[in-house]
T-cell receptor, first 116, second 111 residues
Framework: GAGVSQSPRYKVAKRGQDVALRCDPI?????LFWYQQALGQGPEFLTY????????KSGLPSDRFFAERPEGSVSTLKIQRTQQEDSAVYLC??????????????FGPGTRLTVL | DAKTTQPTSMDCAEGRAANLPCNHS???????VYWYRQIHSQGPQYIIH???NNETNEMASLIITEDRKSSTLILPHATLRDTAVYYC????????????FGKGTKLSVIP
């Protein structure tokens, strides 16, 4: 079946521009996560949704970062007034949300954001 | 939250078994051990997970010690396509079941 998809795969923005990154999770998956991966580092958690509810946004680095999942399926990560330090790969993952600790997250290919 | 320790890098000859160790000495009784890998320029790929018993699937085997303080991921017949960064993660609650990735082990499969 279809996995997690993300678009665009690559995004170049000028400093100060706003960007929107899209995630299409696996159909029926309740849980959705966003991660940020800087060059040479492991992914770091940004935020978590259960259906349309954003239950954990403790990893968002600043108030310029905003995520939404209005209908409990597709999610958008928005970054306002981008800065060079926002350059990274943004990964989306989804899981069924049914198994608690044993719930497996499946990742998309990521969006590589470069801020000039 | 429980943390893991992995070697920075390992080499393995093509066709041989790759054994990747992980220490998680502070793991709690109900926390799972997950393994993911990340091939260059791709998203992390789920490999396997376990609680206390050894697990096997089509990709790999996971051996967890009886005291659960360490585990080993085994790729039985490594191929060049298995060259990747392998992450050992303990699934613990921190506001959500977010995955806390470390630096992982860079596995290089040598022809």
């Amino acid at each position: 079946g279809a996995g997690v998809s993300q678009s665009p795969r690559y995004k170049v923005a000028k400093r100060g521009q706003d960007v929107a990154l899209r995630c299409d999770p696996i159909s029926g998956h309740v849980s959705l996560f966003w991660y940020q991966q800087a060059l040479g580092q492991g992914p770091e958690f940004l935020t978590y949704f259960q259906n349309e509810a954003q239950l954990d946004k403790s990893g968002l680095p600043s108030d310029r970062f905003f995520a939404e999942r209005p209908e409990g399926s597709v999610s958008t990560l928005k970054i306002q007034r981008t800065q060079q330090e926002d350059s990274a790969v943004y990964l989306c993952a989804s899981s069924s949300g049914l198994a608690g600790r044993a719930d497996t997250q499946y990742f998309g290919p990521g969006t590589r954001l470069t801020v000039l | 939250d429980a943390k893991t320790t992995q070697p920075t890098s390992m080499d393995c000859a093509e066709g041989r078994a790759a054994n990747l160790p992980c220490n998680h000495s502070t793991i709690s009784g109900n926390e799972y051990v997950y393994w993911y890998r990340q091939i260059h320029s791709q998203g992390p790929q789920y490999i396997i997970h376990g609680l206390k018993n050894n697990e096997t699937n089509e990709m790999a085997s996971l051996i967890i010690t009886e005291d659960r303080k360490s585990s080993t991921l085994i790729l039985p017949h490594a191929t060049l396509r298995d060259t990747a960064v392998y992450y050992c993660i303990v699934s613990s609650w921190a506001g959500s079941y977010q995955l806390t990735f470390g630096k992982g082990t860079k596995l290089s499969v040598i022809p």
